[in-house]
């Protein structure tokens, strides 16, 4: 079965501080991968997803940016961050062929809650 | 503007009560769709799959409907329970893009 990772659960940075959130998966192979912020009370909003090793696509324009250096791993950085890019980050995982079949998988990570100050 | 729209944004039910949260796409064609439970400070877990073929399926008190022709999809919480609380998320997945598209949710809380 397919487990994934999201660390760290909590961070706390200042203003100006690099940012790097990971999330690692197990279980599945080639999975499409994706990073979504949540603010309070709000839905979820597409920050980047990958379909392969080394290939992002970006959603929102924004001092984030996103990297898949292995087949399951996923990665969330900043070099400066913003008061804006506090928020509750997941990661989520989408295995299977994508058309109709219900053996597609979509789970999620457990989440990281950002604060900067 | 948002391809799955949700209704209503909250509600407050006593505990033992039901109630029915709305699912409305426009997301076509599509692959499924599903609903998700989110505890607060925690990531989204699933409750139901449904392919446009299915028109209900259950998990325990949780009983998704969804009407492929209308584009409507609903979940109802039967005999509610305080452990319900929390936000109840649609997401349809498009057959022909990666990209998956999210209802904004509703949360629910359950009073005792």
């Known amino acids: 079965s397919q487990t994934i990772h999201q660390w760290p659960a909590t961070l706390v940075q200042p203003v100006g501080s690099p940012l790097s959130l990971e999330c690692t998966v197990e279980?599945?192979?080639?999975?499409?991968l994706y990073w979504y912020r949540q603010a309070a009370g709000r839905g979820l909003q597409l920050l980047f997803y990958?379909?392969?090793?080394?290939?992002i696509s970006s959603e929102v324009p924004q001092n984030l940016s996103a990297s898949r250096p292995q087949d399951r791993q996923f990665i969330l950085s900043s070099k400066k961050l913003l008061l804006s890019d506090s928020g509750f980050y997941l990661c989520?995982?989408?295995?299977?062929?994508?058309?109709?079949?219900?053996?597609?998988?979509?789970?999620f990570g457990s989440g990281t809650q950002l604060s900067v100050l | 503007k948002n391809q799955v729209e949700q209704s209503p944004q909250s509600l407050i039910i006593l505990e033992g009560k039901n109630c029915t949260l709305q699912?409305?796409?426009?997301?076509?064609?599509?692959?499924?769709l599903r609903w998700y439970k989110q505890d607060t400070g925690r990531g989204p877990v699933s409750l139901t799959i449904?392919?446009?073929?299915?028109n209900t399926k259950s998990n325990g008190r949780y009983t998704a409907t969804l009407d492929a022709d209308t584009k409507q999809s609903s979940l109802h919480i039967t005999a509610s329970q305080l452990s319900d609380s929390a936000s109840y998320i649609c997401?349809?997945?498009?057959?022909?893009?990666?990209?998956?598209?999210f209802g904004a949710g509703t949360t629910v809380t359950v009073r005792a």
């Open positions: 449904m392919t446009f073929s299915e």
């Open positions: 699912c409305n796409y426009t997301v076509s064609p599509f692959s499924n």
């Open positions: 997401v349809v997945s498009p057959a022909n893009d990666y990209k998956l598209s």
């Open positions: 989520a995982v989408r295995t299977g062929t994508g058309g109709l079949s219900e053996d597609e998988k979509l789970f």
């Open positions: 990958s379909v392969g090793i080394g290939q």
């Open positions: 279980g599945t192979s080639n999975p499409n």
